[in-house]
Every structure is written in C-alpha cells, then in structure tokens.
C-alpha cells in the first residue's frame, strides 16, 4: 500500500515539476539594453517548489520499509 501511495505522489510530484517548470520558461521576458539581452522571469516558483516537495515525500514513502 505504501508504494502505492509512494509511486502515485512520485508520478503527481514529476508532472507538476515538468508542466510548472515549462510554465515558468514560458513567462520569461526578455529586452535588449546596449546590444545586451536581458532576461525577466515574471513566473510563479512557488508551484514548482510545492512539486518537488511532493515528489521528495513520495519517494521517501516509496521507498520506506
């Protein structure tokens, strides 16, 4: 049961951090200054950062005895 609940927050965790993180890419501005190109991140890391938790704690319940 365990690894069950492990795998599936494992798998949740993985796909949050793929679709945030390629969202995250997605809202970036950039602009040039001087011949410089400048690159602004407008996104929001903190669904990112909640994905990465949820991923960490199902590998953690995966793999506990």
């Given at each position: 049961?365990?690894?069950?609940?492990?795998?599936?927050?494992?798998?949740?965790?993985?796909?949050?951090?793929?679709?945030?993180?390629?969202?995250?890419?997605?809202?970036?501005?950039?602009?040039?200054?001087?011949?410089?190109?400048?690159?602004?991140?407008?996104?929001?890391?903190?669904?990112?950062?909640?994905?990465?938790?949820?991923?960490?704690?199902?590998?953690v319940?995966?793999?506990?005895k």
């Amino acid at each position: 049961m365990k690894q069950t609940v492990g795998s599936i927050l494992c798998v949740g965790g993985l796909i949050g951090v793929l679709f945030f993180g390629y969202q995250y890419l997605e809202d970036s501005e950039s602009f040039s200054i001087l011949g410089a190109d400048i690159a602004v991140s407008t996104g929001d890391y903190v669904p990112i950062l909640i994905s990465i938790i949820v991923l960490v704690v199902g590998l953690v319940i995966y793999r506990s005895k």
